[in-house]
């Protein structure tokens, strides 16, 4: 059996400015019609960014979906037509005051498929160098620098919650050979 479902028709619910959704009628393997609400995002770019004694950059932020302050790795999202790199080296930037004097990209993963297109382009920064913080009118941010072990036990202790920076930390710490 083809794991695929054609789409039937679809329907734009909701357009705003940094989703949208739609709902999709499709067809399903065993040939029964049945609907899928799809959250369309632009993507997003994420970096574990190590600065020149080892640490890695957080920042601290208040994110009403999930109600608390959440501690995450620099990240932001992609503008229409934009370089997933270029995007990684402004939000960086951005968030935290560093420009890296090296970049790469690591993985591509989706961030919820079960009913969001958002990929996620994982980056790696190093050879920091510190400018000038300049974050969206909307954000409130703290810089923290955190060793890899202070992370891998707070990781442990669930005091970082963010998806996207469990997957940075620990590609990370494995590329390190860390034993994880």
């Given at each position: 059996?083809e794991q695929?479902?054609?789409?039937?028709?679809?329907?734009?619910?909701?357009e705003?400015?940094?989703?949208?959704?739609?709902v999709?009628?499709?067809?399903?393997?065993?040939?029964?019609?049945?609907?899928?609400?799809?959250v369309?995002?632009?993507?997003?770019?994420?970096?574990?960014?190590?600065?020149?004694?080892?640490?890695?950059?957080?920042?601290k932020?208040?994110?009403?979906?999930?109600?608390?302050?959440?501690?995450?790795i620099?990240?932001?999202k992609?503008?229409?037509?934009?370089?997933?790199?270029?995007?990684?080296k402004?939000?960086?930037?951005?968030?935290?005051?560093?420009?890296?004097?090296?970049?790469?990209h690591?993985?591509?993963?989706?961030?919820?498929?079960?009913f969001?297109?958002?990929?996620?382009?994982?980056?790696?920064a190093k050879?920091?160098?510190?400018s000038k913080?300049h974050?969206?009118?909307?954000?409130?941010?703290?810089?923290?620098?955190?060793?890899?072990?202070?992370?891998?036990?707070?990781?442990?202790?669930?005091?970082?919650?963010?998806?996207?920076?469990?997957?940075g930390?620990?590609?990370?710490?494995?590329?390190?050979?860390?034993?994880i």
């Amino acid at each position: 059996m083809e794991q695929k479902e054609p789409t039937v028709s679809t329907k734009k619910v909701f357009e705003g400015k940094i989703i949208n959704l739609r709902v999709d009628e499709v067809r399903l393997p065993n040939g029964k019609i049945t609907t899928r609400e799809i959250v369309e995002h632009p993507g997003g770019v994420s970096i574990v960014a190590v600065t020149n004694d080892g640490k890695i950059l957080l920042v601290k932020q208040y994110r009403k979906p999930a109600e608390e302050v959440l501690l995450e790795i620099p990240a932001g999202k992609l503008e229409k037509g934009e370089d997933p790199l270029e995007c990684a080296k402004r939000e960086l930037s951005e968030e935290t005051g560093y420009e890296a004097g090296h970049i790469e990209h690591l993985i591509t993963f989706y961030t919820t498929p079960g009913f969001s297109n958002e990929k996620m382009y994982l980056y790696f920064a190093k050879d920091l160098k510190k400018s000038k913080i300049h974050p969206d009118e909307d954000e409130f941010l703290e810089v923290g620098e955190y060793s890899p072990e202070e992370l891998w036990k707070m990781i442990l202790e669930n005091k970082i919650k963010d998806s996207k920076t469990i997957i940075g930390v620990l590609y990370y710490l494995k590329m390190r050979n860390e034993k994880i």
